[in-house]
């Protein structure tokens, strides 16, 4: 996989529930099956995928995520929308699928979308690091930068959208 294939999957992580997740139709999409026979291959398996692996997202959560993201792969499907709403994925729950789709690609797959969650992470600590020395910065400083350090506050946060939590309803195929 290539610099452009990572870009692309680091897009694909986006935070839900204050989780970092990956939508079942993007995975199935870089997996290069469809969704519904990626849903069905994750529906019987379920014990391996327990609520803090994966779970189903509400209408709202689908609704913030079109406005926030203008994604379609929300609403795959050509011939009228998906029926159920969208299964997400931990970093654990794409570990998980490893063991449950067993392919030549889903096996390259796998290892960049976990290289994409370590990134992501490296990131964040790092920016955790800029906010430890931006505090040292500010205690240095007088009130005439608190403006300046602020904005640089407000750009280091994380977009939070707000959810409500809810179950997967899991049945049996």
Do not use: W
Request: proline share 2%.
């Amino acid at each position: 996989m290539n610099d452009k294939t990572n870009l692309k999957i680091d897009h694909k992580i986006i935070i839900i529930r204050n989780l970092r997740v990956m939508v079942d139709a993007d995975l199935a999409l870089l997996y290069e099956v469809q969704t519904k026979d990626f849903n069905r291959a994750v529906k019987r398996n379920l014990s391996r995928f327990p609520s803090d692996f994966m779970f189903q997202i509400s209408e709202q959560e689908v609704t913030n995520l079109r406005c926030q993201f203008v994604t379609s792969s929300l609403a795959e499907n050509r011939h009228g929308g998906r029926r159920y709403l969208p299964l997400v994925f931990t970093e654990q729950g794409v570990s998980m699928l490893s063991s449950i789709l067993r392919s030549e690609k889903a096996a390259s797959v796998n290892i960049e979308i976990i290289r994409s969650f370590v990134r992501l992470r490296e990131m964040l600590i790092s920016n955790d690091s800029l906010a430890n020395k931006l505090r040292e910065l500010e205690k240095k400083y007088d009130s005439q930068f608190q403006t300046v350090f602020d904005a640089i506050r407000a750009l280091m946060k994380p977009i939070e959208v707000p959810t409500k939590r809810i179950e997967i309803i899991r049945t049996k195929e």
